[in-house]
Every structure is written in structure tokens, then in C-alpha cells.
């Protein structure tokens, strides 16, 4: 071979192209068989030669030889000698260089060598005799598969000091990866894809060492470990085929291809236990059926793999893409030293940076996402926990208010109900010392008072047990929609035979009839108590006017009376924050003054007002304002207890909340009222949020009210894959994470109402 023109101080020169070669031969450097040669080409097995027809076999020993005409050269050249499989001695110009493992004619003169070496060349002219012996016992792979490089010593040393560097950084590069994969099943058990991965990565570490250029693991133990290290090299190989699967199967396929998964594990069970039991001399040749399977199953992988990208599982894309090229890369490297194809060198490592560096882009991804979401869980928690505190303090003020409250209903019931009572009373009193002077339409009248009396008595007990709705949260609201005029006729209706025991004559005076949406039968008790008050301060005979107007945004209900009046001292007591002092009435009526802070309470939780004016001796004004721009809001959950935190914070930011268990009912409140919002959870019992959201929309009709759903397991960060999924983009406006304190996800709501608006 002539290279006398190749710039060897440049680059290492690489010994392709035919070699002499004696099969069975280990030739003296001097001796010559000339009916014995044949040619071989560098970087093929001999099994790819034939003598008698026949391709020579894998085990045996021959003869390489080459005669090398090199340039002229000041500086001192070397001789790079990879793997020979699988023991050699090296000629130069008839000398023997240096021999790797034992080359014998018997496998009892035979000892396997793995080991990389470097010889320097000492030139007596410019041709040079290189011959190689070269004995095979152990492997399918023989001869001189791999290439000998020559090059000046600085070249050679410097391309063998790059392969051994960048082959260690691979190798810690992927063994850290591993770590981290295990590490992070170890912390979430459910990460069964990250264990298999951490596997399959300490697996392909094994390969990278023992089997990538420059073989580092057979360069750091003796030649005595070299046949454990072929066989443990061959017993990988399954377990590479195993732990791919898992992570394919668990990733993407997790209970559903669970045959194929068992049939891939009872193939690797078979193959590694062929390989374990083999003898020494037929572990390369039972392995040789088994890896060629093992690129049907990489091509199965690939298309369960495509098969998760249709179905647009997360990272499937990018995961196809690194097992495809890895693939390739993997069947490269089988065929080749199979000698089914002519190459270069074997790729395999290169196809482990197209598979680690997709790799890690998925999982600096997936770190980050992790990242975050555990930065805003502990913000979370310690919102919470500063939530909690701050709760606790408001609950407990709230739970004296509300028991202040019960102690006194008692007081309060007694109060409401002896006012018609007692108008019942007298007009009996009247019938008794006035029966014989009566007439029947007379007495008739009467006794139709004392009927509707009684039947409203009866009505005032089942309302004011309502208004007793009260616990540690304060005062509880059932929102309905309803028009102002009605509820006015009924309360005065109520009270008609106390204003017709005083003679007084209720008038009403309606500017217009505008639709509430509140709590009915509490706004009817705080008007009850405030009409029935006015009757008690007025004189027989005079008049109680109830006025309706709307001033702007508010809704003015003004009751005025024309009777004893207060003076600054009696409003202060009436209206100071501690028990109340009531006055008698015109007629000695007796009160507890606790029915003016229930009316005020009442009305708070209904975003009102309470007005009062007076003057002595000419009577007193109560003006109740109610807001005409009421802002409500359906909230559907089936936890009580964050429902009721939800709702508690949305009644502070002056919103109505209309309270549901399931979409059932969620659906049954908005057959009665139309709210600005819907919010509900996705995972209800009875109707869940996704079947609630298609009903609506399939019977809303042209009604167009913003829909936010809540969810555990929603992403911190919107996230509107899982709306397409289940076909709701276009009706749900957000999807929202539970796990915020409840603070922020009021803020968010509202926030992403405006954004709507």
C-alpha cells in the first residue's frame, strides 16, 4: 500500500484496502505460503472469505500482512492497534511489537484480549512490514473487523486521549441522567417510566464502556475478566430491550398493550437465561438469533410510539424522534458486526447523543415544569397557612357575633310574633263587649281579621326560624330572583291586623317595580320589622307611608311615620354597636330593639344600607337602600367546606353567590335566576362540571354567561388542552387550579371576568 503522498503529520492514516491473509496460518515473519493466500479486506470478518466453496468459520487463527510505503517524515511515527478479535501479535519489519492475549491454534493455547494499544514504529526506510496473528475462540465476530491506524505519536496519542475522554464524559453523562431518574421515582412512587429509564441509561452505561471505542472497561480490568466481560456485553442486550419497553409502555400504554408488554418480557426471560447458561465458546453464537429479533422489536417500538403522537401523548413527538434515530442507529451497528453490511465504524455511540440530548430536553423541561409547580404549591401553603390564621381570627369574632345573635332570638321571636298576636287579642276583646250591637258583616269582618291573624302568626314562625339561619360564618343567604312589589304586598298583608287594631292606614307608593335578586324571606323580615315599628311609634288614627324610588344605583325604600319621633339621645341608643334599648310604643307596646341590628346584619350581607332619621314629636324616616346593580355568581362544589370558604370570599368583594352541591342542582337554580358567572368544579357526585356545562349549553338558549371551572389536578398555569379535549373551548372561558389559597382564586375569577367583559 502505497500512502507516500498522504499528509500523515496532519491526520492518522487508517489501513484500509486488501491485506495478504493465510487462513490457519501463523506464519514466521520471513516465511511465505504463497499457495495459502488470499486477500482480505480491512474491516470485514474472515467468515466473509470462502475456501472450498464454504465461508470460513469464526473460530480459528490466520495471518494478516501488509507491506506499507509511507512519506518521508521527520517525525516519528505509531501504530494505533484496536480490538483484533480476539487475541493478536504484531510484526513490524519482522520483529514482534507487542501481542494482546495468547494467539494459539487450540482454544487450550487461547486467551481472550480486549485491551487498546499503541506502539511506536522504529523505520529503517520508508517501507514498512506489518503482520498481524490473529486467534478466535470465543466470539462470531473474527479478524481484523476494526482498522489500524498510523500517524505521528502526538496525532495518534491525541485522537486515543479524545476517544477516551469523550467516551468517560458520555458515561458519567448518562449515569448521572440515571440518578436523576431514579431519584425522581424515589421521590414520586407513581414515576414508574422514570425508574425504567434510570435502568435502561446504567444498562446503556455498561455498553458505552465495554463496547464503544475505546473500550475503557476492558483497558481497566485484566485479560481474566475479558470472557465475563463478552458475556456480560451479550446479557445486557436484554435487558436494554426490557427497560425500553417498560418506559415506552408505562409512558404512553400504561394498562392497555399489557399482552405485548408480557410477550416482550417473556422474550428478554428466554434470552437472558441463553445467554447465562451458555458455555463460553457458544455465548456469541446463541446471542447472534437473539439480536437480530431484537430489531423487529425496535421497529415495533417505533410504532406504538407513532401511535402515542396520534394520540397526542406529551413528549411522544420528540421521544419518537430520539428512539428512531437511536434505533437506526442500534440495527447500524447489529448488521455491521454481523458483517451483513460494509461501514466504517460502529455508530452506536453516536446514536447515544441523538438519544440522550432529546432526552434532555424533555426532562429539563419536565424539571422546570416540576419546578414551578412546587414553588407555587409552597406559595400556596403558605398563603394557606396565612389564610388559616387570619380565618381563624374572623371565625371566631364571627361565631361570638352569631351566638350574641342566638342567645337574643328568643327575644327577638317573642317581639315579632306578640305584635299580630296581640292585634288578634283585641279585636277578640272588641267582639266580646260589642257581640250583641253587632252586625253579622261586622262580626264577619272581624273574625276574617282574626283568621288572617292567626294564619300570618303561623307565617311568621316558619320565617323567623329562617332568619335563625345563623352559625359561625355569620348569616347564610338563599339567593332568588323576585320582584319588589310583590314582597311588599305580602309584608303588608302580614301586618294588616296590627295597622287595623291602631287604626293606621299603610300607604304604598311604588316609582317602579324592579326585580331583586336576594335572600326573599329575609329582606321580607327587616321590612316586616320596620313597618311593624313605625305602626308602634304612630297614633290610632294617623298613616305609615312605604315609598319606593331608584336613585341612580341604589333602590330606595323609605317607611315614614308621623308619630312620637327620637331625639339624637334615643337614635344613639337604638343604633349604638352593643344590646340595643327599645322605647315603648304609643300604646305601651313592649320591644327588645334587637329587630333593628337583625335588619342591619341582614341587609350588610345583601351590600345595603340602613338610613335613619328623625325628629321629635313628628315622626321618623327609615330609608333601606338596596344595590340595583347586584352581581351574583353560581358556585357548584360538592366539598362544603370549600364551597363555603369560596363563597364566604366572593360575599366580601360584594358578589351574591347562589350555592349548588352537584350540576343537578346547579341546573335547577338556573331555571329561577340568570348569574353573572358560573363557576364549578369538575369532579361532582350525581353530575359532574363536564356533563353539567354540555347540558347548559344544550338548553340555554341565547343566554351567555362566562363558565370557569375549578379542578385539583388543573394546571397551575391555563391550560386549554384538556377544554379541547373534552370539547368544552368554546363554553368554559377558564380552568383553574383548586389548589390556591382562596384569596387568589377569588381574585383570579373576578379577574378573568373582567378580561371577559
Request: aromatic fraction near 10%.
Amino acid at each position: 500500500m502505497d500512502v507516500g503522498h498522504f499528509p500523515l503529520e496532519e491526520k492518522n492514516l487508517e489501513l484500509r484496502g486488501n491485506w495478504e491473509f493465510y487462513w490457519n496460518e501463523l506464519l514466521d515473519p520471513e516465511e511465505q505460503k504463497p499457495e495459502k493466500l488470499q486477500y482480505s479486506l480491512a474491516g470485514n470478518h474472515w467468515t466473509s472469505l470462502k475456501e472450498k466453496g464454504r465461508s470460513l468459520p469464526s473460530f480459528g487463527y490466520a495471518t494478516y500482512r501488509l507491506t506499507l510505503v509511507l512519506p518521508d517524515l521527520k517525525e516519528q511515527i505509531a501504530i494505533s492497534m484496536p480490538v483484533m478479535h480476539t487475541s493478536y501479535r504484531l510484526f513490524v519489519d519482522g520483529k514482534l511489537i507487542h501481542e494482546n492475549g495468547m494467539v494459539g491454534t487450540d482454544e487450550d493455547h487461547f486467551r481472550p484480549s480486549y485491551k487498546i494499544k499503541i506502539c511506536p514504529l522504529e523505520r529503517t526506510g520508508k517501507t514498512v512490514r506489518i503482520q498481524v496473528q490473529i486467534a478466535n475462540y470465543v466470539h462470531t465476530i473474527a479478524g481484523m473487523k476494526e482498522l489500524i491506524r498510523v500517524g505521528t505519536i502526538p496525532n495518534i496519542y491525541g485522537s486515543y486521549m479524545s476517544s477516551v475522554v469523550l467516551n468517560w464524559v458520555v458515561t458519567i453523562f448518562l449515569f448521572m441522567l440515571s440518578l436523576y431518574h431514579i431519584w425522581i421515582y424515589i421521590v414520586r412512587k407513581t414515576e414508574i417510566a422514570s425508574l425504567y429509564l434510570g435502568l435502561l441509561y446504567i444498562c446503556v452505561v455498561f455498553i458505552t464502556l465495554s463496547l464503544s471505542e475505546p473500550r475503557n472497561l476492558y483497558g481497566s480490568l485484566p485479560d481474566s475478566w475479558c470472557i465475563a466481560l463478552i458475556r456480560m456485553s451479550k446479557l445486557i442486550l436484554p435487558f436494554i430491550l426490557y427497560f425500553g419497553s417498560a418506559v415506552i409502555y408505562h409512558l404512553f400504554y400504561y394498562k392497555r398493550e399489557t399482552v405485548v408488554f408480557r410477550v416482550v418480557t417473556v422474550y428478554c426471560a428466554v434470552y437472558a437465561f441463553a445467554v447465562i447458561l451458555s458455555p463460553n465458546r457458544y455465548v456469541a453464537k446463541v446471542s447472534e438469533p437473539f439480536e437480530m429479533v431484537v430489531s423487529v422489536f425496535l421497529f415495533i417500538g417505533i410504532i406504538y410510539i407513532i401511535r402515542a403522537v396520534i394520540e397526542g401523548k406529551k413528549d411522544s413527538l420528540l421521544y419518537l424522534t430520539s428512539f428512531a434515530l437511536t434505533s437506526i442507529a442500534g440495527v447500524h451497528d447489529l448488521l455491521y458486526f454481523q458483517n451483513t453490511i460494509p461501514g466504517i465504524r460502529p455508530i452506536g455511540a453516536y446514536g447515544l447523543f441523538l438519544f440522550f440530548i432529546p432526552q434532555s430536553i424533555i426532562l429539563t423541561r419536565s424539571f422546570i415544569t416540576l419546578f414551578r409547580r412546587e414553588e407555587e404549591v409552597s406559595r400556596a401553603v403558605l398563603r394557606s397557612n396565612e389564610d388559616l390564621e387570619r380565618k381563624v381570627k374572623e371565625r371566631t369574632f364571627e361565631l361570638e357575633k352569631a351566638n350574641r345573635w342566638k342567645s337574643n332570638f328568643i327575644s327577638l321571636l317573642s317581639h315579632d310574633l306578640r305584635s299580630p298576636l296581640i292585634g288578634v287579642s283585641q279585636i277578640l276583646e272588641i267582639i266580646q263587649y260589642n257581640f250583641d250591637s253587632m252586625g253579622n258583616p261586622e262580626k264577619q269582618k272581624f273574625l276574617d281579621l282574626c283568621r288572617s291573624g292567626i294564619q300570618n302568626s303561623l307565617r311568621m314562625i316558619k320565617q323567623l326560624l329562617d332568619v335563625s339561619r345563623f352559625d359561625s360564618e355569620g348569616i347564610r343567604l338563599q339567593p332568588a330572583l323576585f320582584y319588589l312589589e310583590e314582597l311588599l304586598d305580602d309584608v303588608i298583608r302580614t301586618i294588616e291586623s296590627v295597622a287595623t287594631v291602631k287604626e293606621i292606614d299603610i300607604r304604598l307608593k311604588m316609582n317602579q317595580n324592579p326585580v331583586l335578586v336576594g335572600d326573599r324571606i329575609l329582606l321580607e323580615e327587616v321590612l316586616k320589622n320596620i313597618i311593624i315599628n313605625a305602626i308602634k311609634y304612630s297614633y290610632s288614627g294617623s298613616k305609615v307611608d312605604v315609598i319606593q324610588t331608584i336613585d341612580g344605583n341604589w333602590i330606595s325604600i323609605q317607611v315614614i311615620d308621623y308619630g312620637v319621633g327620637m331625639d339624637s339621645n334615643q337614635l344613639d341608643q337604638i343604633t349604638r354597636d352593643e344590646t340595643p334599648k327599645s322605647q315603648h310604643g304609643t300604646k305601651g307596646e313592649l320591644g327588645t330593639g334587637l329587630g333593628l341590628k337583625l335588619s342591619q346584619t341582614i341587609l350588610e350581607a345583601h351590600f345595603g344600607k340602613l338610613k335613619i332619621s328623625s325628629n321629635l314629636a313628628k315622626g321618623s324616616k327609615f330609608e333601606i337602600l338596596l344595590s340595583n346593580i347586584t352581581r351574583s355568581i353560581l358556585l357548584a362544589d360538592d366539598s362544603d367546606q370549600f364551597r363555603s370558604d369560596l363563597a364566604e370570599e366572593l360575599r366580601r368583594k360584594k358578589w351574591v353567590v347562589l350555592e349548588a352541591k352537584n350540576g343537578e342542582e346547579a341546573l335547577d337554580h338556573l331555571t329561577r335566576i340568570t348569574p353573572n358567572l358560573i363557576v364549578t368544579d369538575k369532579h361532582m357526585p350525581v353530575m359532574d362540571g363536564i356533563s353539567f356545562v354540555h347540558e347548559w349549553e344544550a338548553i340555554k338558549e341565547d343566554k351567555k354567561i362566562p363558565i370557569i371551572m375549578l379542578s385539583s389536578d388543573a394546571p397551575f398555569f391555563n391550560d386549554r388542552k384538556f377544554l379541547e379535549e373534552e370539547g368544552l373551548e368554546n363554553a368554559v372561558l377558564f380552568y383553574l387550579s383548586k389548589l390556591y389559597s382562596k384569596k387568589d382564586l377569588v381574585e383570579k375569577i373576578l379577574a378573568f371576568t373582567l378580561w371577559d367583559q
